[in-house]
């Protein structure tokens, strides 16, 4: 443990004790002068030992942000990470749920998925391709994992170099400053902090029926199951159940999704319809207003499932595979909020951010980012962002807030869809149906020609208000490389980006991004928006 240093309640990172080394400039300073070069004002505050000047609970997306920036800018940190594993048993490294059974497996697993869909049309396009092609799913899961293993690594390496230092225990709060720290031997030890940052991230759930914590597996699980899928049931209809869907069918495993109400809540519903039309186009069995009611093992090792459906009548089928995607809670259940007085919803597990300081808890030294901050987008961005600039707020003086507004998303779907703004409904329910204009066309990629693939959902749309220039309130594409197409756009988008100066931009031919700036048919004029011709 590091020895306890003096810090003071504001930019005591940048004073080790006056007449000390500052930090940052590496030089002995005084105090006053350490202050001046960092133009701070010096805190009259009573100086308090702490261990550190910053303790982060969770080393994923936004803790290793936020620990990595406050250490640069001279604070000491201490950054822990534990990983409880899985009902069904997995386990992984440091670098949260992103690196490990999120993003990035995630998306090696979707690439895989279209590279056999690339095969496919080859054929067409003159290679000499001889078999179908079929995945070797324990190769498939080897080198993701490999890969993730090195971004585990890397993540260790530079905490290391940039001087944070790591433990692998898990943390909970004992009072405002001081965290419990319990190692996987189970030994016991406290640390305390100027300010402690909570970033302890989600876990998924599961339904209360029978069958399913025995049973079903989850995302926690599937990208490093250690046999094939097989026959796969996935229940629930948003971002991970048809991500994880649309892969399993891309490679070639028979794949149902079980939809209790409505695909992608939240997102625009002509793009969630197209993006379900599609997969089901490509092989996805849909169950739509279905429920499950209990899963049970058979003797030959399968899944017998129950469901009840919109009428209320039973059915049921047997899978090799169950894997549930009802949605996660955060994982705060364990942090001792109550002891302290952080407040939070029980039922969520999220932390109650400050109205003008989002990532300040009810206690004012203890701050939540991330996927466990109530109300805010659970995405890696968005938790990589919060942990820096709080950093930067803590240790360097700033006042920039992050912007939880207009944060753009891609669903990897066979199909990607990319999103930026409001869906086309929260535009006409926030301006009324008289102020919006809403711009679409429905495309074909050039590469679709040849090997003669259905474009029935290559679909743009821009979502605009009426009046002046028609500022863009949300922007929607459905098609290939969805995310790299709507990097770009949303950054436009967050600088005001009205629909004349898009189209007043040139396209890029011949890409599926030109198609954007190209739309010119209003959904009001009642005019066909498919696109003819080069
Ligand atoms: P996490 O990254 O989950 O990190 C929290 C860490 O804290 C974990 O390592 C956890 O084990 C640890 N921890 C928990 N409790 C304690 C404790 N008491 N003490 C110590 N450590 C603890 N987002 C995207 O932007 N793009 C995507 O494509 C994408 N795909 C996804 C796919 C799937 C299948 C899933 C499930 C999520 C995906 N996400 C995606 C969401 C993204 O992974 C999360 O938003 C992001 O990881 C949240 O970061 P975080 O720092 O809040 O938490
Ligand atoms: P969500 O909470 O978004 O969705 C949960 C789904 O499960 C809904 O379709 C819900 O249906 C359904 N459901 C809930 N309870 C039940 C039940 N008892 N029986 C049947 N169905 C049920 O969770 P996800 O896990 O999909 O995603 C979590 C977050 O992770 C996302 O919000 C996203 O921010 C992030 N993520 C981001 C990705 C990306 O950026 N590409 C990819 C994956 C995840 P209903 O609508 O009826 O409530």
Redesign the pocket.
């Known amino acids: 443990m590091a020895a306890p240093i003096v810090s003071f309640s504001r930019n005591a990172a940048f004073i080790r004790g006056c007449s000390q080394l500052c930090r940052r400039t590496k030089r002995p300073l005084s105090r006053t002068a350490c202050f001046s070069k960092c133009s701070k004002s010096l805190s009259t505050s009573v100086p308090v030992r702490h261990d550190y000047d910053l303790v982060v609970i969770g080393g994923g997306s936004g803790g290793l942000a936020c620990s990595k920036e406050a250490a640069q800018l001279g604070a000491r940190v201490l950054v822990l990470d534990y990983v409880d594993p899985s009902p069904r048993g997995s386990r992984w490294g440091l670098g949260g749920c992103c690196v490990n059974v999120?993003?990035i497996p995630?998306k090696l697993m979707h690439h895989a998925a279209l590279l056999g869909h690339a095969i496919h049309d080859a054929k067409k396009y003159g290679w000499n391709v001889h078999v179908d092609p079929t995945i070797d799913w324990s190769t498939l899961t080897t080198v993701v994992q490999q890969h993730v293993k090195s971004l585990n690594w890397g993540h260790r390496v530079q905490l290391k170099d940039k001087q944070v230092d790591y433990q692998n225990a898990k943390g909970s709060l004992v009072d405002a400053h001081t965290v419990r720290m319990l190692s996987a031997s189970g030994q016991e030890t406290t640390v305390t902090g100027n300010n402690i940052v909570l970033a302890v991230g989600?876990r998924?759930?599961y339904?209360?029926?029978p069958g399913a914590m025995e049973y079903a597996i989850t995302?926690d699980d599937l990208f490093m199951l250690d046999r094939p899928p097989g026959k796969t049931l996935v229940?629930?209809?948003?971002?991970?159940?048809?991500?994880c869907a649309g892969f399993l069918t891309g490679l070639g495993f028979p794949t149902t999704v079980?939809?209790?109400?409505?695909?992608?809540?939240?997102f625009d519903r002509q793009m969630a319809d197209l993006v379900t039309d599609h997969m089901e186009g490509s092989g996805t069995r849909f169950l739509r207003q279905?429920?499950?009611m209990a899963i049970d093992k058979m003797d030959n090792g399968q899944l017998q499932v129950v469901w009840r459906d919109g009428n209320g009548q039973q059915g049921g089928d047997t899978f090799d595979t169950v894997m549930m995607?009802?949605?996660?809670f955060a994982n705060t259940g364990t942090l001792g909020l109550d002891t302290v007085g952080v407040e939070w919803y029980s039922e969520s597990g999220k932390v109650i951010g400050q109205v003008e300081n989002p990532e300040q808890s009810s206690v004012p030294n203890i701050y939540a980012i991330g996927?466990i901050l109530h109300g805010r987008?659970?995405?890696?961005p968005v938790a990589i962002k919060a942990g820096r600039l709080l950093a930067h707020r803590l240790f360097a003086g700033t006042h920039e807030h992050m912007d939880y507004d207009k944060v753009p998303?891609?669903?990897?779907t066979p199909l990607e869809y990319g999103s930026v703004g409001l869906s086309e409904e929260a535009a006409l329910e926030r301006f009324g149906s008289e102020n919006v204009e809403v711009y679409h066309a429905f495309y074909k990629p050039l590469e679709f020609y040849i090997p003669e693939r259905d474009a029935s959902q290559c679909y743009v749309k821009a979502v605009c208000k009426l009046d002046g220039d028609q500022e863009i309130v949300g922007l929607h594409f459905l098609g290939p490389n969805a995310?790299e197409v709507t990097q770009g756009f949303a950054v436009a988008l967050r600088s005001g980006l009205t629909y004349q100066q898009m189209v007043s931009s040139v396209g890029i031919h011949p890409t599926c991004a030109e198609e954007v700036v190209k739309m010119g048919i209003t959904k009001r004029s009642g005019l066909d928006p498919t696109v003819t011709g080069c």
């Open positions: 999120g993003c995630k989600g998924p759930k339904p209360d029926i995302s229940i629930g209809a948003s971002y991970v159940s048809l991500e079980m939809i209790r109400s409505l695909p992608l809540r939240g279905h429920v499950p995607a009802v949605g996660r996927d987008p659970e995405l890696t998303t891609t669903v990897f995310g």
